[in-house]
């Protein structure tokens, strides 16, 4: 009899502390609906989400393909003068000859500033030659980690070699590479 009174009277002592204290209640009650709501309309709040995480990798991709198109590098210059040869010319020309959908010249740091720094300027003076009356371009270097030969070196091209493979070797593979490995 004395477990019995023991145990209802703990019983009514909760049933009074938990009415004096209803937040918990309350915040119980108010997680479960806006769960059961979340539950009701589910793909929606999430649809954006996962819309941008499909995506991203995507303009990540056609970034780096502009910036490939678009970067000037070793091979475009005079090794004894630092200045454009004739296929950097060409290369300047046909991505500023139409309007440039991406108005940014990439340019490959050479060994030292000062070669560096005339590539810069040998590219912004073509720039600004082949830019008809349009917005100026950008010229931009590119980071060292970031750069790449946008031409394949000269020992690929006459071993017929493209990364350690001959080319009957790579059917279905293009044989230059036209970026890092």
């Not at 050479?110 to 810069?120: F, I, K, P, V």
């Not at 912004?124 to 349009?134: D, H, M, N, P, V």
């Not at 946008?150 to 020992?155: C, L, Q």
Request: charged share 20%; glycine share 6%.
């Amino acid at each position: 009899m004395r477990s019995i009174a023991i145990f209802f009277g703990s019983f009514v002592f909760c049933l009074v502390a938990s009415l004096a204290e209803a937040g918990w209640m309350t915040a119980v009650m108010r997680d479960m609906n806006r769960s059961c709501n979340r539950n009701h309309c589910w793909p929606q709040p999430f649809n954006l989400m996962d819309r941008q995480a499909v995506i991203m990798p995507f303009g990540l991709m056609v970034q780096n393909g502009w910036q490939k198109r678009n970067t000037i590098g070793s091979p475009y210059y005079q090794r004894e003068t630092g200045k454009l040869n004739e296929a950097g010319k060409w290369h300047v020309r046909s991505i500023m000859t139409p309007m440039p959908l991406h108005p940014v010249l990439y340019v490959q740091p050479a060994r030292t500033e000062r070669e560096t720094s005339e590539r810069l300027e040998a590219v912004r003076r073509a720039a600004r030659q082949y830019a008809t009356g349009r917005e100026a371009v950008q010229v931009v270097l590119v980071p060292f980690e970031q750069s790449f030969s946008p031409m394949p070196s000269d020992t690929s091209i006459r071993s017929g070699k493209s990364n350690g493979r001959t080319q009957r070797e790579s059917v279905g593979h293009p044989t230059e590479n036209f970026g890092k490995p």
